[in-house]
């Protein structure tokens, strides 16, 4: 694979979700659906990112790991008709059980099939969806967390040697890091795009757990990012009155994040080839 086709799993996503931000923004047509633009542009992005890769998805899958995305289009047609419903907008807890319910039953990724796994699967996408985005979290929090915790697990795909999933993920996490720069420059509120980036999280982890063949790298890395998500957001509630509340609760996720990183590399040994 070369830059070019890297360049462009990464970039065209990005490309696509930014177009879609500036349309809501400027087409007067659109200002009435300016509380499902953020939510459609991700959803798209992610579906460009993996059909690049591998095509467009069939139901069922060619490959199990083709679940994540099935997956993320489920909870993303449900948080697109939340914000219709202003009394189910604001149910966030209701609505990560709902997204957890759903990853629970559709995601099948190899070796995570028995009961304990599925109710495992709900309660992390429970909390790390509540985790992204509480009422007093602000909205470009969440993006900036997914970005940082998307991009430690393209790392550990990486390090695993699940390129697609690791190109995927990077994908998304630019996408993140793009909506969070959009998102500054021209404030959109919706209080269900932290769905779609919980199950993306939760399911772009255990993917990459489910497909881990290095023999070197403890399977509890996979989890570190995402445990980082629900601390933080409880670091940010405890200091919420403080001014650097947002510096300390991001903190916390750039330091499990970091130990996911810094663990998977020094526990991949270096090839021997590298060495004269």
């Known amino acids: 694979m070369n830059l070019n086709e890297i360049l462009l799993f990464v970039g065209l996503p990005v490309v696509v979700a930014t177009v879609i931000i500036l349309m809501g923004g400027i087409i007067p047509a659109l200002k009435n659906y300016r509380s499902v633009v953020a939510i459609v542009a991700l959803g798209i992005s992610c579906m460009v990112a993996f059909v690049l890769q591998e095509g467009v998805p069939t139901v069922p899958p060619q490959q199990k790991w083709h679940w994540l995305v099935l997956t993320v289009i489920a909870v993303w047609g449900l948080a697109c008709i939340y914000p219709w419903f ?33 109710v495992l699967v709900f309660f992390m996408v429970l909390f790390v969806s509540v985790g992204l985005r509480r009422i007093t979290i602000p909205a470009w929090h969440l993006y900036v967390v997914s970005w940082w915790v998307l991009v430690g697990l393209s790392v550990l795909a990486l390090q695993a040697s699940f390129a697609k999933l690791a190109f995927f993920s990077g994908a998304m ?15 959109g509120e919706t209080k269900s795009i932290q769905m779609v980036f919980g ?42 009155k403080k001014k650097y509340a947002a510096i300390i609760s991001l903190g916390v996720v750039d330091l499990f994040v970091c130990a996911a990183v810094i663990w998977s590399l020094i526990a991949t040994p270096v090839p021997d080839d590298l060495w004269p």
């Open 173 to 187: 996490s630019a996408v993140a890091a793009a909506l969070c720069v959009l998102h500054l420059i021209k404030p």
């Open 86 to 118: 202003k009394k189910w907008d604001d149910l966030i807890v209701f609505q990560a059980m709902i997204a957890g319910l759903i990853a629970a039953i559709i995601m099948q990724f190899p070796s995570q099939d028995s009961v304990l796994y599925r």
């Open 199 to 240: 199950v993306l999280i939760v399911g772009c982890s255990l993917c990459g757990l489910a497909y881990d063949q290095s023999e070197q790298i403890h399977q509890a890395v996979w989890f570190l990012p995402m445990i980082g998500i629900p601390i933080s957001s409880i670091a940010f509630l405890l200091f919420q």
